[in-house]
């Protein structure tokens, strides 16, 4: 895994979510995570790098967790003809299966998209609350 994959992985991801600035991206310790050019990417996008303690697992326990389901449920399973027909079954695995289908149980049974979406507008009420009591606030009441 090379600086520039990473860096390319990280840039689709902030595309892919209209360029969020204040957002945690974690990471373990590899070169290519504590190189010049991916920290210069996290701070033109303000974004807050984090990286796993030394020599502690539990700290990227969240992501080892996903690329063993991925290996169990789908990569172990699958006989692949190219190294293209692999990005493209894994890519549809994560986007269309793992992400918008599959039920997880940390997430309530929800998908990662369903779980997201409900805090969005958990979130989007909040604020529409918070304008309605300012309002109110600032009519003299």
């Known amino acids: 895994m090379t600086k520039d994959l990473v ?13 969020p600035t204040g957002v945690i991206v974690h990471s373990d310790r590899g ?7 991916y920290k210069a990417i996290l701070a033109k996008y303000n974004l807050l790098g984090s990286m796993s303690r030394k ?3 539990w700290d990227n326990a969240v992501a080892e967790s996903f690329f063993a389901t991925i290996k169990k449920e ?6 692949f ?3 293209e027909m692999a990005k493209l079954g894994i890519f549809d ?3 269309a299966w793992y992400n918008r289908e599959r039920m997880h149980s940390y997430l309530n049974y929800l998908s990662p998209c369903e779980f997201e979406q409900a805090y969005l507008d958990m979130v989007t009420e ?16």
Do not use: H, P, V, W
């Not at 860096?7 to 360029?19: E, G, Q, V």
């Not at 789908?74 to 006989?79: G, H, L, N, P, R």
């Not at 909040?126 to 009441?141: E, N, V």
């Open 93 to 95: 695995y994560i986007e």
């Open 7 to 19: 860096i390319s992985a990280l840039l689709m991801a902030l595309r892919s979510r209209n360029y």
């Open 81 to 83: 003809e190219s190294r």
């Open 74 to 79: 789908y990569i172990y399973q699958t006989t």
């Open 126 to 141: 909040i604020r529409k609350q918070s304008k309605t009591l300012d309002s109110y606030s600032a009519s003299g009441f």
């Open 31 to 37: 070169s290519q995570y504590s190189s010049k050019d």
């Open 55 to 57: 020599g502690d697992c």
